[in-house]
């Protein structure tokens, strides 16, 4: 299971800055951006995706969880504890999507 990324600004890995500006600039104008530019854009945005998920999911109250989940808020907690994770979000979330 994955733990959510750290809160913090959405910037592209420091290799890929320039190609993803780049790729910006030419949608932006209209023209086609090249493979690499290309490449660089969808690792940019599917992190940024993923990060954007990661926030959706930590802001669904625990009343939804637990409706979601089928279960008790005390077994979810437990769950989570017995995992040592940080937020039991993210349990949660594996506990619904593996329909449990």
Known sequence: M????PQS???PAPADRELVSRAY???MDGQKPTREEQAALQRFEKSKEER???QYYAAIPQKHWRMM???QT???N??????N????HSLRLVNHQRGQ
């Open 2 to 5: 994955r733990s959510p990324p």
């Open 9 to 11: 600004p959405v910037q």
């Open 25 to 27: 600039r030419k949608v």
């Open 52 to 54: 954007l998920r990661w």
């Open 69 to 71: 989940s089928g279960r």
């Open 74 to 76: 005390k077994v979810i």
């Open 78 to 83: 437990e769950q989570a504890a017995r995992c």
């Open 85 to 88: 994770t940080r937020e039991s």
